[in-house]
């Protein structure tokens, strides 16, 4: 098996798999990362996102052979429990999640939407997150959450 080199959440990964295996399969199989969710496994709904150089994607039917010399972050790469990310923060005062299966993959969208426009309109918001399927119905407090921390870090 080739050996893959990528960075994961700001660290240097290196690992012997095969280049068509998911990076789904190995995040959460071999790498003990959690947050991405098998949802679809055709890349439709949302719950395995994960960024890469910056762009939300999903990690379910994307091939580890494109991931080498990557940056990708996951969930646990945008803040801790003692320093959480503006956005998990404005998601938890906005009350922005239910049962938790597509949060983390719907962190990741946004992320990735702040990275490109720190300064969203409602409707840059929806369209970055219509990608994301929630089932639970908490898409408007979602979208004022993300625009909640938009104007948080626009102001520090």
């Not at 979208?143 to 870090?153: K, Y």
Request: proline fraction near 5%; charged fraction near 20%; charge should be negative.
């Amino acid at each position: 098996m080739p050996t893959i080199q990528f960075h994961l959440n700001g660290a240097a990964v290196s690992v012997d798999a095969d280049p068509d295996q998911t990076l789904l399969d190995l995040l959460r199989g071999r790498l003990g990362i959690t947050s991405p969710h098998f949802g679809c496994g055709a890349g439709e709904c949302g719950a395995c996102r994960v960024m890469i150089d910056d762009r939300a994607m999903a990690s379910c039917d994307l091939p580890m052979w494109s991931v080498e010399d990557k940056d990708v972050v996951t969930l646990e790469g945008l803040g801790t429990a003692e320093q959480p990310h503006p956005l998990q923060r404005a998601f938890i005062t906005e009350q922005a999640m239910q049962c938790g299966y597509c949060v983390s993959g719907i962190l990741i969208s946004a992320a990735a939407l702040l990275k490109r426009n720190p300064s969203p309109t409602e409707a840059e918001v929806r369209t970055a997150l219509d990608r994301n399927l929630c089932r639970c119905g908490s898409h408007n407090r979602m979208v004022r959450a993300v625009l909640r921390a938009a104007s948080e870090m626009a102001t520090s």
